[in-house]
C-alpha cells in the first residue's frame, strides 16, 4: 500500500494540466489530429487564466466562511491545529530549512488565533510522499520559523504524516488522549472541505478557519490571459476536487 500511495504525487501531476496538455498536444503533433489540438490548446489556455482558478473555486468546492475570536469562544475550541504545506529544505537566505510560502501563511494565521483565543498551536506535518527522506520534517522546521519570529513554540509537534488522511489520523493520536476534541482547524480555504471531512473521520469536532482564499486583483482582462500563477491556481483547485470525489 505504501508503494502504491508514493506514487501519489506523480499520479495526480501527470494528470493535472500542467503536464496533461503538453503531453495530450504532443500526442496531437505526432498523430496529425487537428481538431484534439486545437481543443487542448483552448483547454490549456482557460486553465491559465487566473478567472478560471477563481471560478472553478466557487463552483467545484465547497465554501467555507472566515471565523473570528467569538467563533472560537462559541464552539469552545480547545486547540488550534495547522496542517503542512512544504518546506524550503535549502534556505540560502537562513541557512536552514524554512517552510513554503504557502506553509508559513497558514501558521502566521494559526498563530493569530492561537494568541488571539490564548489557544495551544499543534502543527501536523512530517515529510510528504514525494520528499527525500534527508528533509527535516515539517513540524520540526515549524517550530524554527516561530522561533526566529520570536513566537511562542508549538505545544504539539505531529511530524510523520505524509499526506492530509494521515495528517488527520495521527494528530488525533496525539491531542485526544489528552482530552483535545474541539479544534480550530487552520489550512487554505481550497484545502479546506478535504481537510475538514479528514479530520472529522478521525473523531474531532472541526471549526473550519480557512485563510489563503483564491482571488485576484488584476484587471478583468488580466485575470483572462494566460499565467503560471493562473495555471498553479487551477490545477490546485483541480486537485481538491479529484481528492474529495475519492473521499466519496
Same mark, same amino acid.
Given at each position: 500500500?505504501?508503494?502504491?500511495?508514493?506514487?501519489?504525487?506523480?499520479?495526480?501531476?501527470?494528470?493535472?494540466?500542467?503536464?496533461?496538455?503538453?503531453?495530450?498536444?504532443?500526442?496531437?503533433?505526432?498523430?496529425?489530429?487537428?481538431?484534439?489540438?486545437?481543443?487542448?490548446?483552448?483547454?490549456?489556455?482557460?486553465?491559465?487564466?487566473?478567472?478560471?482558478?477563481?471560478?472553478?473555486? !466557487?463552483?467545484?468546492?465547497?465554501?467555507?466562511?472566515?471565523?473570528?475570536?467569538?467563533? !472560537?469562544?462559541?464552539?469552545? &475550541?480547545?486547540?488550534?491545529?495547522?496542517?503542512?504545506?512544504?518546506?524550503?529544505?535549502?534556505?540560502?537566505?537562513?541557512?536552514?530549512?524554512?517552510?513554503?510560502?504557502?506553509?508559513?501563511?497558514?501558521?502566521?494565521?494559526?498563530?493569530?488565533?492561537?494568541?488571539?483565543?490564548?489557544?495551544?498551536?499543534?502543527?501536523?506535518?512530517?515529510?510528504?510522499?514525494?520528499?527525500?527522506?534527508?528533509?527535516?520534517?515539517?513540524?520540526?522546521?515549524?517550530?524554527?520559523?516561530?522561533?526566529? !519570529?520570536?513566537?511562542?513554540?508549538?505545544?504539539?509537534?505531529?511530524?510523520?504524516?505524509?499526506?492530509?488522511?494521515?495528517?488527520?489520523?495521527?494528530?488525533?493520536?496525539?491531542?485526544?488522549?489528552?482530552?483535545?476534541?474541539?479544534?480550530?482547524?487552520?489550512?487554505?480555504?481550497?484545502?479546506?472541505?478535504?481537510?475538514?471531512?479528514?479530520?472529522?473521520?478521525?473523531?474531532?469536532? &472541526? !471549526?473550519?478557519?480557512?485563510?489563503?482564499?483564491?482571488?485576484?486583483?488584476?484587471?478583468?482582462?488580466?485575470?483572462?490571459?494566460?499565467?503560471?500563477?493562473?495555471?498553479?491556481?487551477?490545477?490546485?483547485?483541480?486537485?481538491?476536487?479529484?481528492?474529495?470525489?475519492?473521499?466519496?
Amino acid at each position: 500500500m505504501d508503494f502504491l500511495l508514493s506514487l501519489k504525487p506523480t499520479l495526480t501531476a501527470l494528470v493535472l494540466p500542467a503536464a496533461s496538455a503538453p503531453l495530450l498536444l504532443l500526442i496531437a503533433c505526432i498523430r496529425g489530429w487537428r481538431r484534439m489540438f486545437v481543443l487542448t490548446w483552448v483547454l490549456l489556455w482557460l486553465c491559465s487564466c487566473q478567472a478560471v482558478a477563481v471560478w472553478l473555486s !466557487l463552483h467545484l468546492l465547497p465554501q467555507v466562511k472566515p471565523i473570528t475570536g467569538e467563533d !472560537l469562544k462559541r464552539n469552545q &475550541v480547545q486547540a488550534i491545529v495547522v496542517l503542512g504545506g512544504g518546506v524550503n529544505s535549502q534556505a540560502q537566505e537562513y541557512g536552514q530549512p524554512t517552510l513554503a510560502p504557502e506553509a508559513m501563511a497558514r501558521l502566521l494565521y494559526g498563530d493569530y488565533l492561537s494568541r488571539s483565543g490564548h489557544l495551544p498551536i499543534a502543527y501536523s506535518g512530517g515529510k510528504g510522499w514525494a520528499a527525500p527522506q534527508s528533509q527535516a520534517t515539517e513540524a520540526e522546521v515549524a517550530n524554527l520559523s516561530l522561533a526566529r !519570529l520570536g513566537a511562542a513554540p508549538l505545544k504539539w509537534q505531529e511530524d510523520q504524516s505524509r499526506d492530509t488522511r494521515e495528517n488527520a489520523r495521527l494528530t488525533a493520536a496525539l491531542l485526544q488522549p489528552e482530552g483535545i476534541h474541539r479544534i480550530a482547524l487552520v489550512t487554505h480555504a481550497w484545502h479546506m472541505p478535504r481537510s475538514v471531512k479528514q479530520f472529522e473521520s478521525a473523531g474531532f469536532h &472541526v !471549526l473550519p478557519a480557512p485563510m489563503g482564499y483564491l482571488n485576484s486583483d488584476a484587471s478583468p482582462w488580466l485575470q483572462w490571459i494566460p499565467s503560471g500563477h493562473g495555471l498553479r491556481d487551477t490545477s490546485l483547485i483541480l486537485r481538491e476536487w479529484l481528492g474529495l470525489l475519492l473521499i466519496h
